[in-house]
């Protein structure tokens, strides 16, 4: 199969869904000149024009909240926020307008919008440009909550939050932005709410996102050595939670670490903790451990990595729940 | 005078239905009677927003503020939207937003917002898609003082300039914020000229005159019409309190100088002069708009309230489905 990378998988759905379906717009930042900071619009401009691929004035909090506003129009929108950290700005078009407009309106309105933002360290840019955001919008009903991993998650991911007619967050990861992946030519989406099972195993599950599941399949491989068997499990979207997949694999092992580069302390993986301990808990034969950054701002340069998570720390989890 | 006979006389009732209906509030609130509600009036401010509201063509949209009952009891089914203040099943959004989020896009009402400001891009947004669609429709969103202080105010004036979009930015200008003065919230005389930091221009009228409003407001909006958005400020005075059962912390001789400028009594004056007014019929028409609005909090009390299931249908909260999104 053909490899392309996770920004041309993006690309390429954005491309093909704007194609089938000429009331999708685009708004950000960037977006005719560069196609976006990391490539993931290279050519849309070019092939769909300036009505539908639209350069805006940096103001997340103006665009995303106008974009809430073309959606009420009848449009299908996209509002792209060229790092993630920077929908801070956005966070109240996102959160209590987007989010809560179809409630508020008894159900007459509905906001077909999808927010993506790069996540994520990797490219060492410190405090503003690195976080993982996730766990700020994890606490907002009405929205959904996308995390790609790799680039045919991405364009599988991305095709069902265009045609979902809810609020989006698609946290694409800035690193994985860069990585190839086998991504056929022919159509397909990904439902959301389907975990990804990366690699069967049975001693420990590893519930790892977005980068972490690259750092824990280097961990299983070191494992492997020491005939330990561990199964990683991608959850690809938040909300919705496939718990399922993570009950069944969970009951298997009995044995739990969750990988997250966003700040430990108040990261998802406290809520996917307990969601497995409310359900599971005769099942597990050890405490479950969280993997996250350290509790602190992410400093600029190659010492971001003393912050981050790798995989010497999902190795020493793994270890943990062993004991 | 530009306006029928008709026409003047229609602002007036509008205006008398604001000043009454939000006195029937403040009745029954006082006697207990008012279980729910977000009681934010607007009372003196009726020149302003039915000034506002008259200006606007029948395809055009107006984006509400909080602070609001006496105009939606003039654009909304009165019955359903006290209903909806009082959080009753039979009202617009079945109790769940009452009239701080209220909205009807059937009836070219944008949802009114607990964030001040944050309607702003969104009436942008909405008025590009307007345009987008090619038609002839114009959005006035409507923000008080306070709130255009709000960064994404400008970042609105600025999308909207950029964009030509057909929108009027209304800024009703009481004076004050919960209890912070507008002499303590910016350094402008008038709000007007905040556009001119991205190049849109802007009117300041007499906030007491609804003609004048109504004036501003048709020229404004027929600019807009062909993509060249402005603001148009109404200086008023809010007799009320920031929300009912709150102190006031303004002076008494503040509300005695704006009681010799209250917007009913100098429109019946004016009316008056004409001959289209006299002491019986405004007495009649206060009578009958009494009555509405008397009916239409029966209406509400007499209303259901939402059942547990109602307040927790799910499906309500996500249209697409999918997943375990609960």
């Known amino acids: 199969m053909r490899t392309i990378t996770y920004a041309q998988a993006l690309t390429e759905a954005q491309s093909e869904e704007m194609k089938r379906d000429d009331n999708i717009f685009l708004l950000g930042l960037d977006l005719k000149n560069i196609g976006s900071a990391v490539g993931q619009t290279v050519g849309l401009y070019e092939q769909f024009g300036g009505e539908r691929v639209i350069d805006t004035p940096i103001s997340e909090a103006g665009y995303v909240g106008a974009a809430i506003g073309l959606a009420l129009g009848g449009k299908r929108m996209i509002a792209e926020i060229q790092f993630a950290d920077w929908s801070t700005y956005a966070f109240d078009a996102i959160v209590n307008q987007a989010a809560k407009m179809r409630y508020l309106s008894d159900g007459k309105l509905n906001i077909p919008l999808v927010v993506r933002a790069p996540n994520g360290g990797g490219y060492q840019f410190g405090a503003h440009h690195g976080q993982c955001v996730e766990g700020w919008y994890s606490n907002v009903p009405g929205l959904k909550i996308v995390l790609p991993t790799t680039a045919y998650d991405a364009k599988g991911l991305f095709k069902t939050a265009i045609r979902n007619d809810d609020p989006v967050l698609f946290l694409e990861h800035k690193l994985l932005l860069l990585m190839k992946g086998e991504v056929p030519e022919e159509e397909y989406t990904i439902p959301f709410g389907q975990a990804n099972v990366v690699r069967s195993g049975t001693d ?103 912050v981050t998570p790798n995989k010497g720390d999902i190795v020493a989890a793994i270890k943990a729940t062993l004991k | ?227 060249h958005p402005s603001i148009v400020e109404a200086k008023c005075f809010r007799y009320r309190p920031h929300y009912e059962g709150l102190p006031d912390v303004r002076e008494k001789k503040e509300f005695e100088a704006a009681m010799q400028n209250d917007p009913i009594k100098r429109y019946e004056k004016i009316l008056g002069e004409m001959g289209l007014l006299n002491q019986e019929k405004i007495d009649d028409v206060h009578k009958k708009k009494r009555a509405i609005s008397v009916d239409a909090f029966d209406y509400a009390f007499s209303s259901p309230d939402p059942t547990k299931e109602d307040t927790l249908d799910f499906n309500l909260v996500y249209k697409s489905f999918g997943g375990n999104l609960i």
């Open chain 2, 1 to 227: 005078m530009k306006y029928s006979n008709e026409q003047l006389l229609k602002m007036y009732e509008q205006m008398v239905l604001s000043r009454v209906y939000e006195e029937v509030i403040i009745e029954y609130n006082n006697q207990g009677k008012l279980k729910a509600g977000s009681w934010h009036l607007a009372m003196g401010e009726e020149a302003a927003q039915i000034g506002c509201i008259s200006a606007l063509g029948p395809h055009d949209y107006y984006g509400t503020t909080h602070r609001n009952h006496g105009v939606m009891a003039n654009k909304l089914d009165i019955k359903k939207f006290t209903a909806e203040c009082i959080s009753k099943a039979t009202g617009y959004a079945r109790g769940k937003a009452s009239s701080i989020h209220i909205g009807s896009m059937e009836d070219r009402v944008l949802m009114a917002n607990g964030i001040l400001g944050a309607g702003m891009p969104i009436a942008v947004g909405f008025a590009k898609s307007l345009k987008m669609n090619k038609k002839d429709s114009v959005v006035v969103a409507v923000t008080g003082d306070s709130a255009s202080n709000e960064g994404v105010f400008y970042e609105s004036m600025n999308l909207a300039a950029i964009w030509d979009a057909p929108i009027v930015f209304f800024i009703e200008n009481n004076g004050i914020g919960l209890s912070n003065p507008i002499s303590n919230a910016t350094r402008i005389d008038d709000l007007s000229q905040k556009g001119i930091a991205v190049g849109i221009p802007g009117v300041t009228v007499d906030g007491n005159d609804v003609i004048a409003v109504r004036e501003a407001m048709e020229a404004a909006i027929e600019k807009a019409r062909s993509g």
């Open chain 1, 204 to 306: 420990v599950t590893v519930i790892a996102i977005q980068r972490m599941v690259l750092e824990s399949l280097a961990a299983a491989e070191e494992l492997q050595k020491e005939g330990i068997n561990i199964e990683i499990i991608d959850p690809r979207t938040l909300i919705p939670l496939d718990k399922d997949t993570l009950f069944t694999s969970v009951k298997k092992t009995g044995r739990v670490v969750i990988a997250h580069e966003a700040p430990k302390r108040g990261g998802v993986g406290g809520e996917i903790s307990a969601v497995i301990a409310e359900d599971c808990f005769e099942f597990l034969k050890s405490p479950i451990m969280r993997i996250g950054s350290v509790n602190m701002p992410l400093p600029f340069g190659p010492q971001e990595c003393f």
